[in-house]
């Protein structure tokens, strides 16, 4: 070692401060571009490594068109094999850590500096002090202050090579760029394979779409694609086409049950370009395969699902004047699709389905959609704007359901409500007497009868004036109304106190009649409907004639002649069949044969 400074000597070396810090930056500087080097140099290397691992199992997979089995167990390979590289080639440079001390070592080695330059970063260090002699600590680190300036901190990395490591690795992105950019369809196969899709490596003849039972199915990851079928019904199949277009294209269908195979021919349409198939019924799970050319699908699974079975529930609610009659009624059964209700009512409409969860349910009425709303498992009709609020006469609907599946029935779903007609009143009336005085009372019988209730009966009076009639100011008479209908606290009869019958006087000198007058009577009456107008029944008229007392004598002799010539008629016919009734003395003065009675007739 060189001889020390007679300075060094005098001032202890933990009192000089760091005269090694410009050395010690250059060491620092030296040390974290070597780290960035090897850094570079496992980023490089695990590049490459990624980059020959794509392009091996690009190729192991075009070669072999491997399953989706295949595939995953060549990810696995891959990725074992990318791991073991990265644990032999690109660990070791990111493992290394450098020091100041280790590259101080690499200096001497590089300078032929024995050990000065190591002694004097370790003498500069705090725990120095109690190491010896300062004086000779001092002289080592004055030594190396001095000359150490001159001294070249090697950066170069041995094996690093990283400017070859990236040449190579941006020769190899840059082919691999250039390839997907010049055949794109192999590089989308290639990733959609390789995330374990379904899609092939491009053929000659490209099936560019698929459609089953109206629903496009996606090629990328047919396999994990099903399609719904409803049960029993056609299967429609559409491929579309590109590329080289074939003459022939078949569809495959393979029960996923017993595993029988079912081969369709399907027919071109649109020049080549697309061709269709239709299976007449479907009964069982089936795969599907296309084939078309040197092109083919991946199986698609076609599920059979039930179609709804829909269910009905018709519910009326009677109006509050026919609660006594619906009372009696009983209810609609379970399932039925017509039901009769009296008019006026309000029919409540549940829909629901026993073997699948519906997602939408309407109703239609002439052609008018009532959206229903969701109650649990049921679907019922709410709100007073519908057509079920207020039945006032017959209404023929359809229900239109959508299940889990966006299936409908295979019928459409309908039903009728009829009405149960609320009758017009039956009135009657027989007039006795046909004849009358002007101011005379003759007596009307009259019933009046109905299956709810009665709101209102009356007699209507209406005079017709003789043709010789004066236009005598206050002569002519307005008709009269008579009502009929007893007192009652809700304002109607009820059907329990009908029929109601009776016998009334006739007001005939409210009329200011004359003799040759006639009076046209009238039964009206109106049945009870609640808040609604009632039905109004008017009976057949009966006409009274007006006389004097003259006149009506004359019509009451006539009528007892009329009655004495009967009798004369019925007496001629039992003695033409066995003689004369006994105690009758026919044809002898003094007999017991009596003058018709006289008198006013009954």
Do not use: C
Not at 127 to 152: F, K, N
Not at 307 to 334: F, N
Not at 460 to 482: S, Y
């Amino acid at each position: 070692m060189t001889a020390v400074s007679t300075t060094a000597r005098r001032t202890p070396a933990s009192r000089q401060g760091p005269r090694l810090a410009a050395l010690r930056e250059r060491i620092g500087v030296v040390r974290h571009r070597r780290a960035s080097t090897r850094r570079v140099a496992a980023a490089a290397t695990a590049g490459l490594t990624l980059l020959a691992a794509v392009i091996v199992a690009f190729l192991l997979d075009w070669l072999l068109g491997l399953s989706r089995g295949g595939r995953v167990v060549l990810l696995l390979a891959v990725a074992g094999g990318v791991a073991w590289a990265w644990w032999r080639f690109v660990r070791p440079w990111l493992a290394v850590r450098e020091s100041d001390l280790d590259l101080a070592m690499i200096v001497e080695r590089e300078h032929g500096v024995d050990s000065d330059l190591v002694a004097a970063l370790q003498f500069e260090s705090a725990d120095a002090a109690t190491w010896g002699s300062t004086d000779l600590q001092g002289a080592v680190i004055d030594y190396v202050a001095e000359y150490g300036g001159d001294w070249q901190v090697p950066q170069h990395v041995a094996g690093a090579a990283v400017r070859s490591r990236l040449a190579w690795l941006a020769a190899g992105v840059a082919a691999v760029l250039l390839a997907a950019a010049v055949r794109p369809d192999f590089a989308e196969a290639f990733v959609n394979r390789m995330l374990l899709g379904t899609m092939h490596y491009p053929t000659r003849t490209r099936i560019k779409s698929l459609v089953i039972g109206g629903t496009e199915v996606d090629l990328t990851y047919a396999t994990r694609t099903f399609v719904r079928s409803p049960l029993g019904q056609p299967l429609e199949f559409r491929v579309g086409l590109g590329g080289v277009l074939p003459e022939a294209a078949s569809l495959r269908l393979v029960d996923a049950g017993a595993g029988q195979e079912t081969l369709i021919d399907l027919v071109a349409a649109d020049e080549g370009r697309t061709f269709a198939g239709r299976l007449p019924r479907l009964l069982d799970t089936v795969r599907a395969e296309v084939f078309a050319g040197d092109a083919w699908t991946e199986p698609v699974e076609v599920r059979v699902v039930p179609l709804p079975i829909v269910e009905l529930a018709l519910a009326a609610e009677t109006p509050d004047y026919a609660r006594k009659v619906a009372a009696d009624e009983p209810p609609a059964a379970p399932g039925t699709r017509q039901i009769t209700v009296v008019e006026g009512s309000r029919v409540s409409l549940g829909v629901s389905s026993p073997n699948k969860r519906l997602q939408a349910a309407t109703l239609v009425v002439a052609g008018q959609h009532y959206p229903l709303q969701r109650a649990g498992d049921a679907w019922t009709l709410a709100g007073d704007g519908s057509p079920l609020a207020n039945v006032r006469g017959p209404v023929q609907f359809e229900v239109e359901v959508k299940d889990e599946d966006g299936l409908a029935p295979e019928a459409p779903v309908s039903g009728s409500i009829r009405i149960r007609p609320d009758a017009a009143p039956q009135v009657a009336t027989e007039l006795p007497a046909r004849l009358a005085l002007p101011n005379g009372k003759p007596r009307l019988e009259w019933r009046v009868a109905d299956d709810l209730g009665i709101r209102a009966a009356e007699l209507v009076l209406e005079p017709l004036r003789a043709a010789a009639v004066d236009a005598v100011e206050g002569n002519v008479a307005e008709p009269v109304i008579v009502p009929l209908l007893p007192a009652a606290a809700e304002g109607y009869v009820g059907r329990d106190r009908l029929p109601l019958s009776g016998s009334t006087p006739l007001p005939l000198a409210a009329l200011k009649l004359r003799k040759g007058d006639q009076v046209k009577i009238s039964l009206r009456a109106t049945d009870y409907r609640g808040e609604h107008e009632g039905r109004t029944a008017v009976s057949d008229p009966v006409m009274l004639d007006v006389t004097d007392e003259p006149g009506l004598l004359a019509a009451i002799s006539e009528s007892d002649q009329l009655s004495a010539r009967q009798i004369d008629a019925i007496l001629e016919r039992q003695l033409q069949v066995g003689g004369a009734p006994a105690g009758l003395d026919v044809g002898r003065p003094g007999g017991n044969a009596q003058p018709p009675r006289q008198g006013p007739a009954p």
